[in-house]
């Protein structure tokens, strides 16, 4: 399943890393004179936004008219080095942490969509921690470049990176699911922990893409295998342990309680998934009330909501209602 987009960009990050940005050309004529650029999550690539042949979130936009850009953040895909050694360097020794992405990625994308597309403002599509890292941005300086945000599954410091609160928990919402804590000890042991090699070996496997097995991720019974192999095939990738241990910081800067939270002023829309047990609704609903702006929404897709089904954290991008249920909420709030 190819990728669907018409251009690939190379430009260098504020320090220099080689970044790669996406994009697809608006079809059928302009809808909204505003791009978008789509940020992936912790472990993801661009593709969580293009699964292929023309399935996923951002052929989705361009199809109704959107022109739209998806980042590859450092340390994945084309996002690395030139050449076997200096790739493995980048890896191994060099690194990379969340600030990176706050500092020096996300405000080079930021200047290369507006120029590219010779306009003054933006939108934001962040997943997860893509989410987590524009409210950290925007917080600190309110960039005016930026129209709208959605966050899909996503929070700030403080709902996306604090422990468990059990009693905070609405009955029958699954329990949040800790992967800081679940990778730390690879995190300790390596430099760089390759995921990538387990989910394309699972790829491979018959038994290994069960999709029950993924069960703390997405809700097996809203996605389809098919998309399912090609995510892990080609959209997982591993992780630096500087990430981890920069996002333990942002941890504990969070859960201090001398700490106020962060000002956060864009209006956003918040997308929740019912079945999501690594942000799941309550924490989305947490951000969403730290939030400055009056015109915020927040849509939880579950079963008690009227949706098709409790959605999961992938299947809010990856799961077959997503582009019947999910992605129309999207493109509403951006060309509204």
């Not at 987009?5 to 697809?24: C, F, Q, S």
């Amino acid at each position: 399943m190819k990728p669907s987009y018409d251009n690939r960009h190379r430009v260098k990050a504020r320090d220099g890393w080689p970044l790669t940005i996406y994009e697809y050309q608006p079809r059928g004529g302009a809808r909204s004179t505003t791009p978008v650029l789509l940020c992936h999550g912790t472990n993801c690539r661009y593709r969580i936004f293009d699964v292929g042949d023309g399935w996923g979130l951002a052929p989705y936009l361009a199809r109704r008219g959107i022109h739209v850009f998806a980042i590859d953040l450092r340390g994945r895909g084309r996002s690395l080095p030139d050449g076997m050694a200096r790739r493995i360097h980048a890896l191994m020794r060099r690194g990379w942490s969340v600030h990176d992405f706050i500092d020096s990625d996300l405000p080079r994308a930021f200047e290369f969509v507006l120029r590219h597309a010779d306009v003054a403002a933006l939108d934001y599509i962040g997943h997860s921690m893509g989410a987590l890292i524009a409210f950290e941005l925007l917080s600190s300086n309110r960039d005016a470049r930026v129209r709208r945000v959605v966050s899909v599954a996503g929070g700030d410091a403080l709902a996306l990176l604090s422990p468990p609160d059990r009693a905070a928990q609405p009955d029958g919402e699954p329990p949040h699911l800790d992967i800081g804590r679940l990778l730390a000890p690879l995190a300790r042991s390596a430099p760089y922990v390759p995921l990538e090699w387990g989910t394309r070996l699972a790829a491979l496997s018959p038994q290994g893409l069960s999709p029950e097995w993924y069960a703390t991720m997405l809700n097996p019974e809203n996605v389809d295998r098919n998309a399912l192999v090609h995510f892990m095939a080609r959209s997982v990738v591993g992780v630096s342990s500087k990430k981890w241990r920069s996002l333990g910081a942002l941890r504990k800067r969070a859960q201090e309680s001398s700490t106020p939270p962060r000002d956060y002023h864009h209006r956003t829309l918040f997308l929740s998934g019912g079945g999501d047990r690594v942000v799941p609704p309550h924490r989305v609903q947490q951000t969403a009330d730290r939030a400055r702006h009056p015109d915020n929404k927040v849509v939880e897709f579950s079963r008690a909501q009227g949706y098709s089904a409790d959605f999961g954290h992938l299947d809010l991008l990856i799961g077959k209602h997503a582009p019947a249920e999910v992605f129309p909420e999207i493109e509403r709030w951006l060309v509204r």
